[in-house]
């Protein structure tokens, strides 16, 4: 006769591949989701790396069209200035082909412009630049006052100044790195 081993060791000898076999298939769920999870991470840095850029892009492009439009309505009131100062020297309207009223209308509409302007630099720039800014807007306006009374006290050369500070500022900040403090 021949023993038959006890039915512990036959119970475990049936169910140890398949204990085995279920162990394997947890661990190696496991392993696949660690390996998963650290993909995903992976995809989402470099999803909101893409993101940054772009809206650094977007910011950059923002503040450039905003310094643009200032500039450009800065230069406007000046001419309208200018137009202004040639009447009041007695350089007459005929040589700039304007009436009194045009010249005046237009002052007005640039300094409107400038202040409109203003507005989307203090939106998209911090303090630096928009100190700037407001000083050349008050520049504009003062000089074309204190230009009412005397022709000969609007300074180009101050205003050139002013100008070139704005556009230092402007460059100081969109390409230095981005700070809390920066921003007004």
Not at 10 to 28: M, Q, Y
Not at 35 to 59: P, V
Request: net charge negative.
């Amino acid at each position: 006769m021949t023993t038959s081993p006890p039915l512990w060791v036959t119970i475990v000898g049936l169910a140890a591949p398949g204990i085995f076999g279920i162990a394997g298939a947890v661990v190696g769920q496991w392993v696949s989701g660690r390996r998963d999870d650290k993909r995903w991470e992976r995809e989402q840095d470099r999803e909101h790396q893409r993101r940054d850029e772009e809206l650094h892009r977007r910011r950059t492009e923002d503040q450039r069209r905003a310094a643009e439009t200032f500039l450009a309505a800065v230069w406007r009131a000046y001419g309208a200035g200018a137009s202004y100062l040639a009447f009041v020297r007695g350089e007459g309207l005929k040589t700039l082909g304007h009436d009194p009223k045009q010249v005046v209308d237009s002052i007005l509409a640039t300094n409107e412009e400038v202040g409109v302007a203003l507005s989307a630099v203090h939106l998209h720039f911090g303090r630096a630049v928009s100190e700037v800014g407001e000083k050349i807007e008050t520049y504009l306006s003062s000089g074309l006052a204190a230009a009412a009374k005397s022709p000969d006290h609007f300074d180009l050369e101050g205003l050139q100044r002013l100008v070139r500070g704005f556009t230092d500022a402007v460059r100081s900040e969109v390409y230095a790195p981005p700070t809390d403090a920066s921003r007004g």
